[in-house]
Every structure is written in structure tokens, then in C-alpha cells.
């Protein structure tokens, strides 16, 4: 069955405090990995997409990273407006197999 | 339009009465799902829609839900007889094609509340 867990549920972090995030996932026949950001009260909102193995893509202070296995974001020196919900999913043919997010926090 | 649309926003109904949630797509975007999110959850997979056809319906939770699509833009998502397990926000997606699921854009959600 294809699943998608990320890891932790939310993570408190100082500003200038740099951290990742993590997305394992089971899937048959991976299609693409992807990264959104999810603020309150709002749709995600699309950052990254990973197709292969050794893949990464970096946008401002986020890195996304793709193994076999597992993704990881990256996350550098992040300030307040960083806070948000991070939410993986990963490509089944035409849908999104999501995981359930870590909230971020970053304290000024 | 510049973005995907839903209406409404909040939606308050009691237990038993059917509600209509709408999501106005981007223009021009061939591909529409439907996502469900409740708390602490990922989202669920209701529906998709290829123009006006669902190829698959079957992550609709039961027979009480049902959605359409006209002229390849708006859709509607119909809930009927509201349960109280029903409550959660319900989010619209679209793409260019399928084939870019993972590049959707999502509207704002509805939140439905069943009391």
C-alpha cells in the first residue's frame, strides 16, 4: 500500500536555528515527490518536486533532497514568516498520496 | 480567474441537510480534484475530474457524495444528508493536465461544520 509519513508532527525552532524535515514513503513505481507549504486557513501552496534519487532543489533558505526512500527538507537559518505547515506527497498515477505534515514553528 | 476559487468559505449545516460547496478553477485548466482534510490528517482524495468526466469515483466516502463538472470549469461537490463525520475542510485543485497532479494549485477550502 503506498504511504506517505512525515516526521516530526511540528517542530519549535529560534530563528537562525537550522533544522530538517522528514518524508519517508512506500510507494510503487515513484513518479514524483513533492514539497508544499500550507499557511492557516489557506490551500497548499506548491514548492518543489523531486523525480529522482539525488535530486535537489533549492529555493530562498529551503533545500529539498530525495533518496530512495525518503525526502528531506532542508531548511537555513529560517525566520518567523517561515512558519508554516510543510506537507509531502508523493505521485500515483493522478493523484497525491499526501502525509499528514509537521507544523513549523519559528520563534523570533 | 488568477486563482482557484471555492465557495463558501465556512458553511455551517445541520446534521441531515445536504450542502453544495463550488470550486471555480484557473482558466484554462483541463484537470480538478477534490481533496478532503480534517485535523491532524494528510489529505484524502475525493475525486478527480479529466474535463467533465471522473474517470474514478471510488475515493468518494459513500453514495451520499457526489460531485460534477460543466463546460470543463466549475465544479461542484454535493454532500448529501450531512453527517457529523463529514466535518472537515474540503479543498479544490487544479492543473494544467492529470499528468500534473503534483503541480496543482489549490483554492482556500470550504469548512464545513455539522451540528
Known amino acids: 500500500e503506498d504511504q506517505v509519513t512525515q516526521s516530526p508532527e511540528a517542530l519549535r525552532l529560534q530563528e537562525g536555528e537550522s533544522s530538517s524535515l522528514n518524508c519517508s514513503y512506500t510507494?510503487?513505481?515513484?513518479?514524483?515527490l513533492f514539497w508544499y507549504r500550507q499557511d492557516p486557513g489557506k490551500g497548499p501552496e506548491f514548492l518543489f518536486t523531486l523525480y529522482s534519487a539525488g535530486e535537489e532543489k533549492e529555493k530562498e533558505r529551503l533545500k529539498a533532497t530525495l533518496t530512495k526512500k525518503e525526502s528531506f527538507l532542508h531548511i537555513t537559518a529560517p525566520k518567523p514568516e517561515d512558519s508554516a505547515t510543510y506537507l509531502c506527497?508523493?505521485?500515483?498515477?493522478?493523484?497525491?498520496?499526501w502525509g499528514a505534515g509537521t507544523k513549523l514553528i519559528i520563534k523570533p | 480567474g488568477a486563482g482557484v476559487s471555492q465557495s463558501p468559505s465556512n458553511k455551517v449545516t445541520e446534521k441531515g441537510k445536504d450542502v453544495e460547496l463550488r470550486c471555480d478553477p484557473i482558466?484554462?485548466?483541463?484537470?480538478l480534484y477534490w481533496y478532503r482534510q480534517s485535523l491532524g490528517q494528510g489529505l484524502e482524495f475525493l475525486i478527480y475530474f479529466q474535463g467533465n468526466s471522473a474517470p474514478d469515483k471510488s475515493g468518494l466516502p459513500s453514495d451520499r457524495f457526489s460531485a460534477e463538472r460543466t463546460g470543463g470549469s466549475v465544479s461542484t461537490l454535493t454532500i448529501q444528508r450531512t453527517q457529523q463525520e463529514d466535518s472537515a475542510v474540503y479543498l479544490c485543485?487544479?492543473?494544467?493536465?492529470?499528468?500534473?497532479?503534483?503541480?496543482?494549485?489549490f483554492g482556500q477550502g470550504t469548512r464545513l461544520t455539522v451540528v
Open positions: 482558466s484554462g485548466h483541463t484537470a
Open positions: 485543485a487544479s492543473s494544467l493536465a492529470v499528468i500534473g497532479a503534483g503541480l496543482a494549485f
Open positions: 506527497a508523493v505521485s500515483s498515477n493522478y493523484q497525491l498520496i
Open positions: 510507494v510503487s513505481g515513484l513518479r514524483g
